[in-house]
């Protein structure tokens, strides 16, 4: 099949040293280049049954390709590239396991109208990132975007932490996610064209960084993110988490370009026509790694010229169309880039709702399993990322085994994911939960990590990070379209989303938190609307009074005794602030948003009533409130004035004096007892945070279970 030169290889290596014997005879060339072309063709073969040859497309490239790498063989080259193209699919795996961490707590921080917003800036960051970084990568090449697609993530990761607004956190998070967004094609590029026909089945293996990824993410969240009594006010985990996590991505992009000095594919360059950069390039690593390497310009040439197509301007729209259309060249070539294309679709939608929503599905079921501890959640969570580790190692080895190879392998794990998936929904016990999530784990990373590896194999090499970059756009599409879905349909039941989609919107929830002074109530409210969110629910936290406002102003300078005021008038300031939230109460609810309140009318009323005026009795105290909207569920932190007084900054606002609040305690019991269509859950406040939250939460959903959200919110009657 070649024809080379032998006489001439000496002149034309880079490293003489490396070069073959350069007195041989034509005729000795001639049955060499024979044989190795029968080795090749034998390496080549099982790898062809399934993966498409380049023959039919660019046949000069096909052979070129392969006997510029076989001979070369598995170096630790390879295996330092392996480690290094691992990096960046454990960076993809990370990013959108820090989204799904810190979605949570940047929720309650920043309030927003729309809660799944960073999930879609991230895949909107990675689509863009996919086909920018695919299509650059064939124009330009793969070293450059191989070696700062992780330094632009790092550096926009490190940024977000410090963002000052839901929106600014958006921005950021899409941006470093359009710096992650190219690696899934980039290293399965870059590693797919060094390696060896023999070899290729490793590029299937590439995924277990996916969970080394999402273990990380988790293992340095579960540090950061482990503290029950965050407040608003006190909410820096996530902050440092993703300071952390940038730090630790720039590490890894400067690894890159440290621990090798990564050169051109040679694939690329082949498909470029720079044969003598080849050959210069294989004899380097052939005298660095002690291996024989007759490699020569000659025995290139001898293979013909390459005819894959370019545009007179790389940055043209020409050589766009170029790389796109010659997907689609031959009838076979098109099927199998459509079906693979619809297949990255398919799972994107499937992947995401697993993969980001995982803390949040884990939260709510452990809860409702009776497993409320922050500890036991996040150790959960690494399991199952643990879990994911094992998945490409197996399926790796299985498309490489004659019985299952790469198309059967990925058949058997899509089967397997399936059938677990559907008894996943009628788990009913913790240990199950988890048991399942680690089977799903494993088994869809056996068809996941197969796929990445066959899309680049499978594609032509000259167009392989366009064809790439574009299946991995449709997964992020699909990753957009998911959160949309998790949207109106809530991960914590086991009904079917189809049922939940079609019924009509219900609105929200009206729960109100109620106690003495340093009950415990911000805290509590604080970790009872994480978990309503967690539970796939959007919520807010609402706080009263809410000194904001000119009448919370007034009530501010009273409480911190800047000012005085009449008992009346400043009892008034009091209900006049929370009929000035109404409106917007009432369109929250509507909207299907649950507000968690802290302090209500009851302490409204309680602690004006406490001051023993003769003229400021509970019923006048009442009277304002009355036609304020009613509670759906009122939870009241029981613990003694005594108690309460232990606590740490007691005593610096105007009623906290352990007399005023024992007082408080009995007109809370007096108030309650005189309203008996009340929903009232009274908690011991004396417990840690994490069992009182998780006492609560049980209540919550107890309660929840019982009320008709379709019927109209109620208003606060008279005093029975």
């Keep these: ?331 076979q070539v098109a099927i199998t880039t459509a079906l693979l294309w619809i297949s990255w679709f398919i799972v994107g939608l499937a992947y995401p709702l697993f993969i980001v929503f995982l803390p949040y599905y884990l939260a709510s079921r452990g809860i409702e399993f009776g497993a409320p501890s922050t500890y036991e959640t996040w150790w959960n969570y690494a399991l199952v990322q643990v879990s994911s580790i094992f998945g490409p190692i197996v399926g790796a080895n299985m498309a490489n085994c004659r019985l299952f190879k790469r198309r059967y392998t990925m058949i058997i794990g899509a089967l397997i994911t399936m059938a677990i998936f559907f008894g996943y929904s009628q788990v009913a016990s913790q240990t199950g939960n988890i048991v399942y999530s680690c089977m799903i784990s494993f088994a869809l990373q056996i068809y996941y990590g197969v796929l990445y590896g066959y899309t680049s194999e499978v594609l032509p090499a000259a167009h392989r990070a366009t064809g790439n970059g574009v299946a991995v756009a449709f997964c992020r599409l699909a990753g957009i379209m998911s959160a949309v879905v998790v949207t109106y349909a809530s991960p914590s039941t086991t009904a079917p989303s189809c049922n939940r989609m079609a019924s009509p919107p219900a609105r929200g929830l009206l729960v109100v938190v109620e106690g003495l002074d340093r009950s415990g109530k911000s805290s509590q409210c604080q970790r009872l609307q994480e978990n309503v969110v967690k539970a796939g629910h959007p919520a807010k936290y609402v706080k009263f009074p809410d000194r904001s406002t000119p009448t919370g102003q007034m009530i501010n300078s009273y409480l911190t005794r800047q000012a005085n005021q009449d008992d009346h008038s400043i009892h008034l300031l009091f209900a006049a602030n929370r009929w000035e939230a109404v409106t917007s109460m009432l369109e929250d609810l509507r909207s299907g948003t649950t507000l968690v309140v802290d302090r209500y009318s009851f302490s409204g009323a309680v602690y004006s009533a406490a001051k023993e005026n003769p003229d400021l009795s509970l019923d006048w105290a009442w009277n304002p409130e009355i036609g304020l909207p009613k509670p759906d569920i009122v939870f009241f932190l029981d613990i003694s004035a005594g108690d309460a007084a232990k606590r740490g900054g007691y005593g610096d606002e105007r009623y906290e004096t352990e007399k005023l609040q024992s007082r408080v305690r009995t007109l809370f019991q007096q108030l309650f007892a005189r309203l008996p269509g009340l929903r009232l859950y009274s908690v011991d406040a004396g417990g840690s945070v994490d069992e009182v939250a998780g006492t609560i939460f049980s209540h919550f959903q107890e309660a929840v279970a019982s009320i008709d959200l379709a019927s109209a919110l109620q208003k606060l009657p008279s005093l029975a």
């Excluded at 003489?16 to 007195?23: A, D, I, L, R």
């Excluded at 005729?27 to 390496?43: I, P, Q, W, Y």
């Excluded at 086909?131 to 990568?137: D, I, T, V």
């Excluded at 870059?190 to 995924?207: A, G, I």
């Design 1 to 331: 099949m070649y024809s080379t030169s032998g006489g001439h290889d000496a002149e034309k290596s880079v490293v003489s040293s490396s070069v073959s014997n350069t007195n041989n005879n034509m005729g000795s060339d001639t049955e060499k280049v024979a044989a190795e072309s029968e080795l090749r063709n034998e390496n080549r073969r099982r790898t062809s049954v399934e993966v498409l040859e380049l023959k039919d497309i660019d046949p000069a490239l096909d052979e070129k390709m392969y006997l510029a790498l076989d001979e070369m063989g598995w170096t630790n080259y390879h295996l330092k590239l392996f480690f290094l193209a691992g990096f960046g699919y454990a960076v993809d795996a990370l990013q959108v396991s820090l989204q799904g961490i810190i979605a949570v707590q940047a929720v309650i921080e920043f309030q927003p109208s729309y809660d799944k917003g960073l999930t879609i800036a991230l895949y909107l960051g990675m689509l863009i990132g996919a086909l920018f970084w695919g299509l650059f990568a064939d124009i330009i090449g793969r070293k450059i975007a191989f070696n700062i697609s992780l330094f632009i993530c790092s550096i926009f990761t490190i940024i977000a932490g410090a963002s000052p607004t839901w929106e600014s956190l958006g921005v950021f998070i899409a941006l470093g996610a359009f710096g992650a967004g190219g690696n899934l094609i980039l290293d399965t590029t870059v590693f797919l064209e060094y390696l060896p026909s023999n070899k290729q089945w490793l590029v299937s293996l590439l995924p277990c960084w996916f969970g080394v990824g999402c273990t990380i993410a988790g293992l340095v969240a579960w540090g950061f993110m482990h503290a029950s009594d965050c407040t608003q006010a006190n909410n820096s985990g996530w902050r440092y988490l993703m300071y952390s996590m940038g730090a630790f991505i720039f590490v890894l992009s400067v690894l890159r370009v440290t621990v090798i000095r990564l050169r051109e594919t040679p694939k690329f360059l082949l498909g470029q026509g720079k044969d003598a950069e080849v050959v210069q390039l294989f004899q380097e690593l052939a005298h660095r790694y002690h291996r024989p390497c007759s490699l020569t310009i000659e025995g290139l040439d001898a293979c013909g010229t390459v005819s894959s197509a370019h545009s007179h301007s790389k940055f043209s729209m020409g050589e766009f169309l170029i790389h796109f259309r010659s997907l689609f060249l031959t009838r």
